[in-house]
């Protein structure tokens, strides 16, 4: 896989494992600030979640909770909008089992994801 996206706090833990870590600051959790550091170590900043999902082939997403996670990947701009079935969505996020299921099921009738 050539490109990683990293949503929420894993930009720096997968710098090193993909030609291109692109980064979106439009999270529930996460400001431009934050992002900084990455930035300036080489990653590029999507300017929405579904910009950033269309240019990747692996999405990973830590986040605060299931809202957190329901809004980033269903709201507007998000991973639904721009994901397919040759795209890869890894959440770490802390959320009951059961949400991470159903928000599986959504994704994949939505997207094949």
Known sequence: MRNIAAIGALAELVKDASEDIFLNTETNNQTKQQ????????????????????????????????????????????????????????????????LTRKFSKRLKSQTGM
């Open 35 to 98: 992002i900084i550091p990455a930035i300036k170590n080489g990653a590029i900043e999507a300017s929405t979640v579904t910009e950033l999902t269309q240019k990747v082939d692996v999405i990973l997403m830590c986040l605060l909770d299931s809202t957190a996670v329901e809004s980033v990947v269903f709201g507007e701009d998000g991973v639904a909008s721009g994901g397919s079935k040759d795209k890869v969505l890894v959440d770490l996020s802390s959320m009951r089992p059961d």
